[in-house]
């Protein structure tokens, strides 16, 4: 984690020395250990603290391809990093870095920034931990996308090596401008402009990332307003979409363990206030008008999570929130347990440190529902200006932009909270540790193939049961 009183050159010692122990080419290896516990164990393991009911929709959304698949399988890849050699420089990981888990977002200052955006398995642990889950994650998608080879190699190389000198500059900076340092909108805009006059490639790119960026601006609580609730009976409820929205009235009599939520959750907002950033908070001119769970992701399908509709001046001024179950991190079992005892408070703790700018509703809370059972839930906004990249869609350029993007984006929240002096200096300025990183991307992707056909003949012999979303 962040220094302590070792001089600047004592750290760059560190980092350099790091490389006997751990060489930068060993990050390139991967090979399955002979006592490997198979895809379909770890899943049905996690599957035992989930809403049964909610399991299959887990398991069909991951079953559409081996990129879905890999978003539902940190834990699989957790266990898969334990026994690699570890450099030993810790940061504050994500723990759930694949490129879906990027994008953009509204700052309370109204500024549009590009961050990490989900924080459910974070943890402090080695910077290479989260390096590798997200070159990998590029080598999959541009599998999926046909990309050639040399594409793909290129592609996660550029993760990599943006990864690294962020992180060279993040060292190099003055304390302040490396803790602020952020991505925003304009930023991104100006690196397209750059990109395409040097690549001398058409305006698609552009097209397409301003596209990302406008889209952002209209995804607010207005936007879900119109979209999730609908006037009832005098009322404002939200609408019934089973499985994937249900509201709470419709799962009193259901046999779920949600007979009580609703007075859970009402017990949650109002002492949840105490874990916001300000003294002085907008949540106290909210009203709770209605809830409802709500299917969300695909690692974290299954889990607990809300949709609650507040309202504030009248039923034009509404406010959404998430209350998400927060479960044990799937590092903990290889990295030891939080110091936090509510993992809703890790996960929180964890995005604050991370992020370059956070959600002022941002906080958590643990509370006992009527079946006894106690549950971490952290709570943020449901949606403020949030976009993110169209995977199934994205060109090799605009494939190329967006891994720098990441690589960059995860050097800086690394930077925040771990020693950036150390983990650059055992990056160095060469691009060997770029180059082990694009083939250990390659050969665990292979990894993720046979495990995506073993996990596909479980649900075909029906050892494991899949319902797709329609």
Same mark, same amino acid.
């Given at each position: /984690?962040?220094?302590?009183?070792?001089?600047?050159?004592?750290?760059? +010692?560190?980092?350099?020395?790091?490389?006997?122990?751990?060489?930068?080419?060993?990050?390139?290896?991967?090979?399955?250990?002979?006592?490997?516990?198979?895809?379909?164990?770890?899943?049905?393991?996690?599957?035992?603290?989930?809403?049964?009911?909610?399991?299959?929709?887990?398991?069909?959304?991951?079953?559409?391809?081996?990129?879905?698949?890999?978003?539902?399988?940190?834990?699989?890849?957790?266990?898969?990093?334990?026994?690699?050699?570890?450099?030993?420089?810790?940061?504050?990981? &994500?723990?759930?870095?694949?490129?879906?888990?990027?994008?953009?977002?509204?700052?309370?200052?109204?500024?549009?920034?590009?961050?990490?955006?989900?924080?459910?398995?974070?943890?402090?642990?080695?910077?290479?931990?989260?390096?590798?889950?997200?070159?990998?994650?590029? +080598?999959?998608?541009?599998?999926?996308?046909?990309?050639?080879?040399?594409?793909?190699?290129?592609?996660?190389?550029?993760?990599?090596?943006?990864?690294?000198?962020? /992180?060279?500059?993040?060292?190099?900076?003055?304390?302040?401008?490396?803790?602020?340092?952020?991505?925003?909108?304009?930023?991104?805009?100006?690196?397209?402009?750059?990109?395409?006059?040097?690549?001398?490639?058409?305006?698609?790119?552009?097209?397409?990332?301003?596209?990302?960026? +406008?889209?952002?601006?209209?995804?607010?609580?207005?936007?879900?307003?119109?979209?999730?609730?609908?006037?009832?009976?005098?009322?404002?409820?939200?609408?019934?979409?089973?499985?994937?929205?249900?509201?709470?009235?419709?799962?009193?009599?259901?046999?779920?363990?949600?007979?009580?939520?609703?007075?859970?959750?009402?017990?949650?907002?109002?002492?949840?206030?105490?874990?916001?950033?300000?003294?002085?908070?907008?949540?106290?001119?909210?009203?709770?008008?209605?809830?409802?769970?709500?299917?969300?992701?695909?690692?974290?399908?299954?889990?607990?999570?809300?949709?609650?509709?507040?309202?504030?001046?009248?039923?034009?001024?509404?406010?959404?929130?998430?209350?998400?179950?927060?479960?044990?991190?799937?590092?903990?079992?290889?990295?030891?347990?939080?110091?936090?005892?509510?993992?809703?408070?890790?996960?929180?703790?964890?995005?604050?440190?991370?992020?370059?700018?956070?959600?002022?509703?941002?906080?958590?809370?643990?509370?006992?529902?009527?079946?006894?059972?106690?549950?971490?839930? /952290?709570?943020?906004?449901?949606?403020?200006?949030?976009?993110?990249?169209?995977?199934?869609?994205?060109?090799?350029?605009?494939?190329?932009?967006?891994?720098?993007? &990441?690589?960059?984006?995860?050097?800086?929240?690394?930077?925040?909270?771990?020693?950036?002096?150390?983990?650059?200096?055992?990056?160095?300025?060469?691009?060997?540790?770029?180059?082990?990183?694009?083939?250990?991307?390659?050969?665990?992707?292979?990894?993720?193939?046979?495990?995506?056909?073993?996990?596909?003949?479980?649900?075909?012999?029906?050892?494991?049961?899949?319902?797709?979303?329609?």
């Amino acid at each position: /984690m962040p220094a302590g009183h070792e001089t600047r050159d004592e750290r760059v +010692e560190t980092g350099r020395a790091t490389r006997a122990a751990v060489p930068r080419s060993a990050h390139a290896e991967w090979t399955a250990s002979t006592d490997r516990i198979g895809p379909v164990a770890i899943l049905e393991a996690q599957a035992a603290s989930r809403v049964p009911e909610l399991v299959p929709v887990r398991h069909g959304r991951m079953a559409v391809s081996p990129f879905a698949f890999y978003r539902g399988a940190a834990a699989i890849m957790a266990a898969d990093l334990a026994p690699l050699p570890r450099t030993g420089l810790i940061v504050q990981l &994500c723990g759930d870095a694949h490129l879906s888990n990027f994008g953009v977002f509204g700052t309370p200052e109204r500024q549009l920034v590009f961050d990490v955006n989900d924080f459910d398995e974070t943890l402090p642990g080695p910077f290479e931990w989260d390096v590798k889950r997200l070159v990998a994650s590029f +080598e999959i998608a541009g599998r999926a996308r046909g990309f050639r080879g040399s594409d793909r190699r290129a592609i996660t190389h550029a993760v990599a090596r943006r990864y690294r000198e962020q /992180m060279r500059r993040s060292a190099a900076a003055r304390v302040l401008d490396a803790w602020y340092d952020h991505l925003d909108a304009d930023r991104i805009r100006e690196l397209v402009r750059v990109e395409r006059a040097e690549a001398r490639a058409g305006s698609q790119q552009l097209r397409s990332t301003e596209a990302i960026i +406008e889209k952002a601006h209209t995804r607010d609580d207005i936007r879900s307003l119109a979209k999730l609730a609908r006037v009832v009976d005098g009322r404002l409820r939200i609408v019934a979409d089973p499985p994937l929205i249900v509201p709470v009235e419709d799962l009193v009599d259901a046999d779920s363990g949600f007979a009580d939520d609703e007075r859970t959750m009402r017990a949650l907002l109002a002492s949840y206030r105490a874990t916001l950033p300000r003294e002085r908070h907008p949540i106290t001119e909210f009203e709770y008008v209605h809830l409802a769970r709500k299917v969300v992701g695909v690692g974290s399908v299954g889990t607990r999570a809300w949709i609650i509709l507040l309202r504030g001046r009248d039923d034009h001024d509404p406010l959404f929130l998430q209350a998400k179950e927060a479960q044990a991190s799937v590092l903990e079992a290889h990295l030891g347990a939080s110091e936090y005892q509510s993992h809703a408070e890790r996960v929180v703790r964890g995005q604050r440190a991370m992020q370059a700018a956070g959600d002022i509703f941002l906080g958590w809370q643990r509370v006992a529902a009527d079946d006894g059972v106690e549950r971490d839930f /952290m709570v943020r906004r449901l949606a403020d200006w949030k976009g993110s990249i169209d995977t199934e869609h994205a060109t090799v350029q605009g494939a190329l932009l967006y891994a720098r993007l &990441c690589g960059e984006t995860l050097a800086r929240a690394h930077a925040r909270t771990g020693d950036r002096v150390e983990i650059a200096s055992y990056l160095g300025r060469s691009d060997r540790f770029d180059r082990a990183m694009s083939r250990f991307a390659t050969r665990y992707a292979d990894q993720n193939d046979r495990d995506y056909a073993t996990f596909i003949r479980a649900i075909d012999r029906g050892g494991i049961r899949a319902i797709r979303d329609a």
